[in-house]
Structure formats: structure tokens, C-alpha cells
């Protein structure tokens, strides 16, 4: 699974005032990896003009992942659900030639967390015949009863 995105009229400049979405949804098992092979939009300190903004999730409750403009995007960006949302918007001036990247999925890694081990204390125990029997040992009754004879 994977793809390509790129800006309205790439490699050409965007139009102006432009709003893009894409959202990419995959099975459950799956993350989603996007990588930017050219990308050049109009610069700015804090991306107010034109941008990329990368998000997890549905578009309806997204996470920011990244905004990127000018030159000097991330180039590689991995979501960590199954579902990644991408916004490009432009402005009403300056356009550049835009971007492509391309996104392809990924096995997602679960990560186990390993349950706590809980020691065994001394406590009441069931012997071999059902009934509890109180004798602070840390084996089976079973395995204390075996006799050893030497021959």
C-alpha cells in the first residue's frame, strides 16, 4: 500500500489561495510512513502564509505531527495510528512550485508491556488432598513429599 501526493499543478506553482486534504486510512495493523521528495512553498517563521501540516488521525480528531513551509521541511514523517490527515493551504500571494511526497504503510509495532511478576510468599496452600494446609513453604506440597532412598 502507498502513493503520491503532491501540490495543485506540481512541479509548476500552486495557485493561490488554495486549501488541500488528504487523509490516508489503513487497516488497524498498519502505520503510515510519508516522505517529502521536493518541497519548496513560500517562507516563513511560523508558517502563516503557506504550509504543509501533517496530522494523525481522521480529520476530525487529529494530532499534530508537523506544519512545514519553505525549503527546509522534515522529510520524513510517521504516523502513529493507522490513519494520517495532510493539509496544504496557500495564500491569497507568493507561490512556489510546491511539493511531492510519497507515503506507503508500515507493520505497526506494538510494544507489550510486561505484566509485573508477583513473588510467591509463604501463605496457605491446597495440598494433595484439597485441603489448605498452612506451612509457610514456597513449593508444592506435592514436591516436598517425595522420599529419596539410597540403596
Same mark, same amino acid.
Given at each position: 500500500?502507498? &502513493? ?5 499543478? =506540481? ?5 493561490? *489561495? ?11 495493523? =498498519?502505520?503510515?510512513?510519508? !516522505?517529502?521528495? *521536493? ?10 502564509? @503557506?504550509? +504543509?501540516?501533517?496530522? *494523525? #488521525? ?7 505531527? #508537523? %506544519?512545514?513551509? #519553505? ?5 520524513? +514523517? *510517521?504516523?502513529? /495510528? ?6 496544504? %493551504?496557500? @495564500? ?5 512550485? #510546491? ?12 510494544? +507489550? /508491556? ?9 501463605? /496457605? !496452600?491446597?495440598?494433595? /488432598? &484439597?485441603? =489448605?494446609?498452612? @506451612? ?8 516436598? @513429599? ?6
Amino acid at each position: 500500500m502507498s &502513493g503520491v501526493m503532491q501540490s495543485s499543478r =506540481y512541479p509548476e506553482n500552486y495557485p493561490v *489561495d488554495l486549501l488541500c486534504q488528504w487523509v490516508i486510512q489503513l487497516p488497524p495493523q =498498519y502505520r503510515i510512513r510519508l !516522505e517529502f521528495m *521536493d518541497f519548496e512553498l513560500e517562507a516563513s517563521t511560523s508558517c502563516q502564509y @503557506d504550509f +504543509v501540516l501533517v496530522m *494523525d #488521525g481522521s480529520p476530525s480528531s487529529p494530532t499534530a505531527l #508537523g %506544519k512545514f513551509c #519553505g525549503n527546509s521541511s522534515k522529510s520524513v +514523517v *510517521d504516523s502513529r /495510528t493507522n490513519v494520517m490527515t495532510v493539509l496544504f %493551504k496557500s @495564500d491569497e500571494t507568493k507561490t512556489k512550485r #510546491g511539493f511531492q511526497a510519497y507515503w506507503y504503510a508500515q507493520p505497526a509495532i506494538i510494544n +507489550v /508491556t510486561p505484566s509485573p511478576i508477583t513473588p510467591k510468599v509463604p501463605s /496457605t !496452600e491446597i495440598n494433595g /488432598t &484439597g485441603e =489448605y494446609q498452612n @506451612d509457610n513453604k514456597f513449593l508444592p506440597n506435592f514436591l516436598t @513429599d517425595i522420599v529419596y532412598s539410597q540403596n
